[in-house]
């Protein structure tokens, strides 16, 4: 079964510490893993996306890592802000249209 | 955002009533999408279309319906079969047949069915 699960669900920190999330997936056949923000009430913003032969892919202070072999990505957000409060989507591709999205991990900052 | 707009933003329906949410794009995408969101869960494919006049079901079509006459415009219209459409819809657009063509999201449209 084609799944993409995220941990944690939610996640508070305060403003200007690091945080990391993490994605499992499993998907097949696998072409390329995506990062979306999605703010409340609106529609998801794409961060990054890495195919299966990239290893790290950078967007301001967002890093994304991909890991093909253990079917893992991670999204690390440096020097955290107010308005980095979202949640963010993990998605797996498998072709142009076939893509599977994860639940979201929602993050909170606290002043 | 992008160049994709939907409305309305909120809609509020009876049980039985037909609704026809709005998406349009000035981005000149080729492919077209709408999700179905509810929370807690991922998002998930209703319909999609790659080309004007051509549209396929994605993995909850039952109780929906689309057109596609124009390459701009991508309606979804939730009918009275829909058993549960209290949901946050989001059309979104990518501009070719890439895999990795990034998929662009509208705002959004909030159904409520009273």
């Known amino acids: 079964k084609n799944q993409v699960e995220q941990s944690p669900q939610s996640l508070i920190i305060l403003e200007g510490k690091n945080c990391t999330l993490q994605?499992?997936?499993?998907?097949?056949?696998?072409?390329?893993l995506r990062w979306y923000k999605q703010d409340t009430g609106r529609g998801p913003v794409s961060l990054t996306i890495?195919?299966?032969?990239?290893n790290t892919k950078s967007n301001g202070r967002y890093t994304a890592t991909l890991d093909a072999d253990t079917k893992q990505s991670s999204l690390h957000i440096t020097a955290s802000q107010l308005s980095d409060s979202a949640s963010y989507i993990c998605?797996?591709?498998?072709?142009?249209?076939?893509?599977?999205f994860g639940s979201g991990t929602r993050l909170s900052i606290r002043p | 955002d992008g160049g994709i707009t939907q409305s309305p933003k909120y809609l509020f329906r009876k049980e039985g009533q037909n609704v026809t949410l709005s998406c349009e794009q000035n981005?000149?995408?080729?492919?077209m999408y709408w999700y179905r969101q509810d929370p807690g869960q991922g998002l998930r494919l209703i319909y999609y279309?790659?080309?004007?006049?051509?549209?396929q079901k994605g993995d909850i079509a039952e109780g929906y319906s689309v057109s596609r006459e124009k390459k701009e415009s991508f309606p979804l219209t939730v009918t009275s079969a829909q058993k549960n459409p209290t949901a946050f819809y989001l059309c979104?657009?990518?501009?070719?047949?890439?895999?990795?063509?990034?998929?662009?999201f509208g705002p959004g449209t909030r159904l409520t069915v009273l």
């Open positions: 979104a657009s990518r501009p070719g047949h890439g895999k990795t063509d990034t998929q662009y």
């Open positions: 279309s790659q080309i004007v006049n051509d549209f």
């Open positions: 890495m195919t299966f032969s990239e």
């Open positions: 994605c499992n997936y499993t998907v097949s056949p696998f072409s390329n």
């Open positions: 998605v797996a591709g498998i072709s142009a249209s076939k893509i599977i």
């Open positions: 981005l000149n995408h080729d492919a």
